[in-house]
């Protein structure tokens, strides 16, 4: 046989024909394994946490109810596991569990509802079921949804209204399967 490959036999274009297969697999493995160890030393990308609640519109005329407001609770005593209890009783009335937490630089004796927009809607019904007096503090650093603070002599939840009708327009936190 002649031609670019001058006379060679079969046998012989059988091995080179070999040999560049193993040599174009040999750079497809060198290839794969440089993107697997890429792939595998770069770092996870970081989770984020959903929200626990989504801005929702009501307007005037709505009914704004428990099962709507998300409420997290945060233990400012030092009776453990206050926040805890209180935001399952809570959730026993209907509201929408949001998160717990414990902090020790804040001054509430009893029980405070911390809250971006003042005494709307929302605060009052969150308010009416919390006992004893109930103090709303505007604060910017309020968490998502509605924020209750107890403290060493905060005495519990009771039963509240089941419904609230607007008077005004209200944006509230609700749960993310109701917005």
């Not at 407001?69 to 206050?82: D, M």
Request: glycine share 10%; with cysteine; aromatic share 4%.
């Amino acid at each position: 046989m002649s031609g670019p490959m001058g006379d060679l036999s079969p046998r012989t274009l059988g091995h080179i024909r070999t040999a560049v297969t193993l040599a174009v697999l040999a750079l497809l493995l060198v290839f794969g394994v440089n993107r697997g160890l890429k792939a595998v030393s770069e770092p996870f990308p970081e989770s984020v946490d959903p929200p626990i609640c989504t801005d929702q519109k009501l307007v005037s005329g709505d009914v704004l109810r428990p099962s709507q407001l998300v409420v997290s609770v945060i233990n400012a005593g030092k009776r453990t596991g206050l926040a805890g209890s209180t935001l399952k009783d809570l959730e026993d009335q209907g509201f929408v569990r949001g998160r717990t937490s414990t902090i020790t630089n804040a001054d509430v004796k009893t029980v405070e509802i911390w809250t971006t927009d003042g005494k709307s809607a929302a605060t009052r019904l969150v308010a009416g079921y919390l006992s004893g007096k109930v103090k709303v503090v505007q604060r910017e650093d309020a968490s998502e949804g509605i924020t209750v603070v107890v403290g060493d002599q905060f005495t519990g939840v009771r039963g509240g209204q089941k419904q609230i009708a607007l008077k005004e327009n209200l944006t509230i936190c609700a749960p993310p399967d109701l917005a």
